[in-house]
């Protein structure tokens, strides 16, 4: 059995332990899952504004190269005119170009050399507009060639192409922190790093794509960049050299089809989330700590008293009256308990005391006292139990006391009735004679009722024998039933087995008839051949299902026979048993009718004995007059033991069947129970 005690750890522990733990794991989630949203917060504009100033950059470049490229000079001069050189190279040291120039509308440069294979030269010349080209490996540098046309009646007609050092694009790129790990990288539109805060990615030419196909450990960072160089922005995680890495990309505009990506450590912005997870544990130890601590306090505040009232239930139970009930000093329901505990041992005691006290004068033999305490609840009904044993007892000596006076007087009327008795016995003589002759013809027909049961139970044990014959033939013809059951499924069986051979010879003719087809005129013979198996195959297979059909309802013939067999069976077996019952009460008749025999035998000898013991009544008749003298001399002497003892007046006249009326002497002076 639990305790109170026990009940009230088990049930609130688990609720705080319960409640604290939903309260962390919820606030762990929100931690997580704001630290994350401040994230793709960060990192998604923070690409944004790289590219923007990307755009900016690369905006302020073509502005120049277009506005040289509408100048006279650019329109008129060949690309190897000293004065459209001197030109250029103004211009170039004017805007950070590393150097500049023109190429005519057939690709030359000012040294001859032919560049209309270049992309560059080829984008600018299909679109109309600026352009930059991929990374160049110029010696130990890597630049771009930006180029703007030069239209001539709306009609290509060259362009004006400057040289800008690619570390531009690391120089904006690594202006980019996130956190102290972070950083991040441009890809142009094939994949390979042109923007990086370590140079030697772009001087490398490094394309995690490509590595990929070799180095399966950077395919997830090969997925990110294929989609970085479709145009698709968007925020991913993966992981790298151990570390988990979360990353934020978003394309570059501009026809260039570059895209940038930040990338930051996930453990370094998950610190503070661990910090504040340790610090809601703590929390969450501490409240389940401080809970356990005040349930065991409340769980004993209650348990304690209640358990100190239990011991003291089990002194009462034991009869233990006088031992005092502990005291608490709570203000709760516990006190109230104890002091109703106090109030009940002290009225159970009183109780006792007082019916103690009436029981032993009655001991004594006083009858006279009355219950003057005010019995309240069910203790009224022992005041009253009490009250109708007194009342009973003095109307019981007084009727006593009026029998005896009676037995006296009945002694002389016994006298008299034993003269009656000594007459009444000659009458009886007679009338015995009689029930003897009367006895005698009732033997005689019981004596053939006997023989009537003999002959009966030999022809029912003639007819059990029968019957257990035909139980034996009846067994067989069961057996007999089940054999042709078995035989019936296995016919079933073959039946189906000539159905799947039907089956596989109509398929196999059908698959002639398609060869037969194939192989034209050869084949026709071999078609009729195919077409008449497969018309056997079908008869075979409504032959086999009619016939399948047909052992179906002779299997339920069999089955229904089966039934009735062994209800037949059944009712046989049944049958037999009550022809055995039968036999066994035709011998229980037998043998009933032999005892009557016996016993009638035995009522001849009885009616004989009371013919003598009608004459012994005679004789007892004389002794109870005698008898009858000595019961007046026994009456004196219970009259004399009666006045012994003290009754009320009203009580020793009461009638035996009329219970005294409560005395008016009743009062309510003492303690309520």
Request: proline share 2%; net charge negative.
């Amino acid at each position: 059995m639990k305790s109170i005690k026990s009940k009230i750890l088990v049930n609130m522990l688990p609720v705080v332990l319960i409640g604290s733990i939903l309260i962390g794991a919820v606030s762990a989630i929100l931690n997580y899952r704001g630290t994350y949203a401040v994230l793709e917060s960060t990192i998604g504009p923070a690409a944004d504004i790289a590219g923007e100033a990307i755009n900016e950059k690369l905006n302020g470049y073509w502005g120049t190269l277009t506005e040289a490229a509408a100048l006279d000079v650019f329109h008129t001069s060949k690309p190897s005119d000293k004065a459209l050189i001197e030109r250029s190279e103004g211009i170039a040291s004017r805007n950070g170009f590393m150097y500049l120039g023109k190429l005519d509308a057939q690709g030359i440069g000012p040294s001859g050399t032919n560049n209309s294979d270049q992309d560059y030269f080829k984008w600018c010349k299909e679109r109309l507009s600026p352009v930059i080209s991929n990374p160049i490996h110029d010696g130990a540098q890597v630049v771009f060639l930006m180029a703007s046309p030069i239209l001539t009646n709306g009609k290509f007609d060259g362009l004006v192409y400057g040289a800008v050092d690619a570390s531009f694009l690391t120089e904006i790129v690594s202006g980019l922190h996130i956190g102290e790990s972070g950083q991040a990288y441009i890809l142009d539109e094939y994949g390979d790093v042109i923007g990086h805060p370590d140079p030697s990615y772009v001087v490398d030419g490094v394309n995690i794509i490509d590595q990929a196909k070799s180095d399966r450990s950077v395919a997830d960072i090969a997925a990110i960049h294929e989609r970085m160089i479709r145009g698709e922005s968007g925020f991913d995680t993966y992981k790298f050299d151990g570390d988990s890495k979360i990353f934020g990309y978003a394309p570059i505009v501009g026809e260039q089809g570059w895209s940038i990506g930040i990338e930051a450590s996930k453990s370094e912005f998950m610190a503070s989330l661990k910090t504040s997870i340790m610090i809601t544990v703590l929390i969450v130890l501490a409240v389940i700590i401080v809970a356990v601590f005040i349930a065991v306090r409340l769980a004993r505040s209650v348990a304690n008293p209640i358990k100190a009232c239990m011991e003291r239930l089990d002194l009462l139970s034991t009869g233990d009256l006088h031992t005092p009930v502990p005291q608490i000093h709570s203000k709760d329901e516990t006190a109230g308990l104890m002091n109703g505990l106090d109030v009940t041992v002290t009225r159970l005691a009183d109780v006792v005391r007082d019916v103690s006290t009436h029981l032993g004068e009655m001991a004594q033999g006083n009858f006279t006292m009355e219950m003057t305490r005010q019995y309240r609840g069910d203790f009224v009904a022992i005041q009253q139990s009490m009250k109708q044993i007194n009342d009973s007892i003095n109307n019981t000596l007084s009727q006593i006391s009026m029998a005896v006076d009676q037995v006296a007087s009945g002694s002389d009327q016994v006298a008299a009735s034993a003269q009656s008795l000594s007459q009444g016995a000659t009458e009886q003589a007679s009338s015995v004679q009689e029930l003897a002759a009367t006895i005698a013809d009732i033997s005689h027909h019981v004596q053939q009722n006997a023989d009537n049961a003999t002959s009966a139970n030999e022809s029912a044990q003639r007819a059990g024998d029968d019957m257990q014959q035909s139980n034996v033939k009846m067994q067989d013809l069961v057996a007999a039933m089940s054999e042709i059951n078995n035989t019936s499924d296995e016919i079933s069986k073959i039946i189906k087995t000539i159905e799947d051979i039907a089956f596989q010879t109509n398929i196999l003719a059908l698959n002639a008839a398609v060869e037969a087809a194939r192989a034209g005129a050869a084949g026709k013979g071999f078609a009729v051949v195919a077409d008449e198996v497969r018309n056997l195959a079908g008869k075979s297979a409504d032959a086999s299902k009619s016939t399948a059909a047909l052992i179906e309802r002779s299997l339920q013939a069999v089955h229904n026979g089966m039934k009735l067999v062994d209800e037949t069976a059944d009712s046989l077996v049944r049958t037999m048993e009550g022809v055995s019952v039968s036999v066994q009460m035709l011998d229980r008749i037998a043998e009933a009718s032999r005892q009557q025999s016996e016993s009638i035998e035995q009522v001849s000898l009885g009616i004989d004995q009371i013919s003598s013991v009608v004459q012994t009544n005679s004789a007892t008749s004389e002794q109870s007059a005698a008898a009858s003298e000595e019961l007046s001399s026994q009456a004196g002497l219970v009259r004399s033991l009666v006045g012994q003892f003290r009754l009320r007046g009203a009580a020793a006249q009461a009638p035996l069947d009329e219970p005294a009326e409560e005395s008016d002497s009743l009062t309510f002076t003492d303690s309520k129970y």
